[in-house]
């Protein structure tokens, strides 16, 4: 199958444009394109989706294990024509500086995509080409399949670029992209901009700007040459769906503006136990949809929304009445916030939220935790038994206020700093957590989900 890896010398030198160019300019050819991010990342994968109309899949070597991203892979890429994976930093980035572990270099390593490096030529000339020689040296292993040149001021800057790199290195170039403010996107406390957020006919306009300019600048023909080296033949999920027959459940999962940070693998996951994901808007939909089994609320910016989703009284009724009911709320991150008594913006506005778990949060100019998590459940909860490990992400800038006596269920050991801290809160049938958990990391939380979703529903059924 067709397939590239699209990475960098650094962050900031815009692997994300030019990828997004590179997906709508196969795309208007007519080409079904399955997006991937490399790394944890929730916001680029929103607008890898936007424009290729596949949803975009994230595939990470520290969180998942070597199987797991094979599986993702081969899952995601049923009906498509080429696969256009984003790496994560740098090339050769990862989770230390002493081996490639969690880098975009292993993942194409270990996928065998082809890589093509994005360099920001928009203060360089000749020295550009030592840039190149460097990156073909540093890792004989993975050869590069050619570099695009980003931010380049015009015709005769490339060409010099271009010679440049000729010259002295055996990589190709193919293509470049010139500086153009009007395409970047804009950024916020947490990254980029979520694509949910531009209005259709600024998203169209964008997508048209960004396919002309591949068009008009970037050997797509030349890029669509590369081959992932996979084979590409289904392999089933390891884990085993509950007969269907057994099961019959509804999912409601929060998306909007607000909440749309999930890794769609974790859907995917719920789906093959039997769930049927619910989609729900706690901004614009007045009450939750009915003959809901169980919540999942995702991460995102409700602390943007705070004073809509607090106006939104017949939604918080209804989020309070469900867990009033028992059953099973997961909240990660920015659901976690909207379960909470309160939330308090940067400038000092409390907004009342939907007063489920006994504690408020407060955003935070700067980060709290930031980075990979290894978590160990302290004591059986609704997503497996005491004893599980499971790895995910964390990335938040608010903190909880003084609370009350609240049941830890998680032991979170954060790979960057080192620090052991008790996460995880647990109260009565509601789960939550700032811990973004990527479930193919241990298949069995899906399906444990599903049956602490059906145990709570045959004992509302024993004390209806």
């Known amino acids: 199958m067709r397939g590239l890896l699209i990475s960098g010398t650094a962050s900031g030198v815009g692997k994300t444009t030019v990828a997004l160019a590179i997906i709508a300019g196969m795309q208007r050819r007519g080409l079904a394109v399955q997006p991937f991010k490399c790394g944890p990342d929730f916001l680029d994968t929103g607008h890898h989706t936007r424009i290729a109309g596949r949803t975009a899949r994230n595939l990470d070597t520290w969180m998942l294990s070597a199987d797991a991203n094979r599986n993702a892979l081969r899952s995601a890429a049923r009906g498509a024509d080429v696969l256009v994976a984003e790496g994560m930093m740098g090339l050769f980035d990862g989770k230390s500086g002493s081996d490639e572990v969690g880098s975009s270099a292993e993942i194409a390593k270990l996928l065998q995509l082809p890589v093509v490096l994005v360099l920001d030529a928009s203060t360089s000339a000749r020295s550009i080409a030592a840039v190149v020689l460097g990156f073909e040296s540093y890792d004989p292993g993975l050869p590069l399949a050619g570099v695009i040149l980003n931010r380049?001021?015009?015709?005769?800057?490339?060409?010099?670029?271009?010679?440049?790199?000729?010259?002295?290195?055996?990589?190709?170039?193919?293509?470049?992209?010139?500086?153009?403010?009007?395409?970047?996107?804009?950024?916020?406390?947490?990254?980029?901009?979520?694509?949910?957020?531009?209005?259709?006919?600024?998203?169209?306009?964008?997508?048209?700007?960004?396919?002309?300019?591949?068009?008009?600048?970037?050997?797509?023909?030349?890029?669509?040459?590369?081959?992932?080296?996979?084979?590409?033949?289904?392999?089933?999920?390891?884990?085993?769906?509950?007969?269907?027959?057994?099961?019959?459940?509804?999912?409601?999962?929060?998306?909007?503006?607000?909440?749309?940070?999930?890794?769609?693998?974790?859907?995917?996951?719920?789906?093959?136990?039997?769930?049927?994901?619910?989609?729900?808007?706690?901004?614009?939909?007045?009450?939750?949809?009915?003959?809901?089994?169980?919540?999942?609320?995702?991460?995102?910016?409700?602390?943007?929304?705070?004073?809509?989703?607090?106006?939104?009284?017949?939604?918080?009724?209804?989020?309070?009445?469900?867990?009033?009911?028992?059953?099973?709320?997961?909240?990660?991150?920015?659901?976690?916030?909207?379960?909470?008594?309160?939330?308090?913006?940067?400038?000092?506005?409390?907004?009342?939220?939907?007063?489920?778990?006994?504690?408020?949060?407060?955003?935070?100019?700067?980060?709290?935790?930031?980075?990979?998590?290894?978590?160990?459940?302290?004591?059986?909860?609704?997503?497996?038994?005491?004893?599980?490990?499971?790895?995910?992400?964390?990335?938040?800038?608010?903190?909880?206020?003084?609370?009350?006596?609240?049941?830890?269920?998680?032991?979170?050991d954060y790979s960057l700093s080192g620090q052991s801290v008790a996460e995880g809160f647990r109260h009565n049938n509601v789960l939550a957590s700032y811990i973004h958990l990527h479930f193919r990391a241990n298949p069995s939380l899906a399906r444990n989900f599903v049956t602490s979703i059906m145990i709570a529903r045959a004992l509302s059924a024993v004390t209806a």
């Open 152 to 412: 380049v001021a015009g015709e005769c800057h490339y060409e010099m670029l271009r010679e440049a790199i000729a010259s002295s290195c055996n990589t190709k170039v193919l293509g470049w992209l010139p500086h153009d403010p009007t395409i970047a996107i804009p950024e916020r406390h947490l990254g980029l901009r979520s694509a949910i957020e531009n209005n259709e006919i600024e998203q169209d306009a964008a997508t048209d700007k960004l396919a002309a300019l591949a068009q008009k600048y970037l050997e797509l023909d030349a890029l669509l040459e590369l081959r992932c080296g996979m084979v590409m033949d289904h392999v089933a999920s390891r884990t085993t769906p509950l007969p269907a027959a057994q099961v019959s459940l509804r999912v409601g999962v929060a998306c909007d503006e607000a909440f749309s940070f999930y890794y769609e693998d974790n859907l995917d996951l719920l789906r093959e136990q039997g769930a049927e994901i619910i989609r729900f808007s706690p901004l614009h939909d007045r009450a939750l949809p009915r003959n809901l089994d169980a919540l999942y609320l995702g991460g995102g910016y409700p602390e943007i929304h705070a004073a809509r989703l607090s106006d939104n009284s017949g939604m918080l009724r209804d989020i309070q009445a469900f867990a009033d009911s028992g059953k099973p709320i997961y909240a990660e991150c920015g659901g976690m916030m909207y379960l909470a008594q309160t939330l308090t913006t940067v400038d000092g506005t409390s907004f009342p939220m939907s007063r489920v778990l006994p504690f408020s949060v407060q955003m935070t100019k700067e980060l709290q935790r930031f980075g990979y998590v290894t978590v160990t459940f302290l004591e059986d909860c609704l997503l497996g038994p005491r004893g599980s490990t499971v790895r995910g992400h964390s990335f938040h800038c608010s903190r909880i206020l003084a609370q009350e006596r609240i049941e830890n269920a998680y032991l979170a």
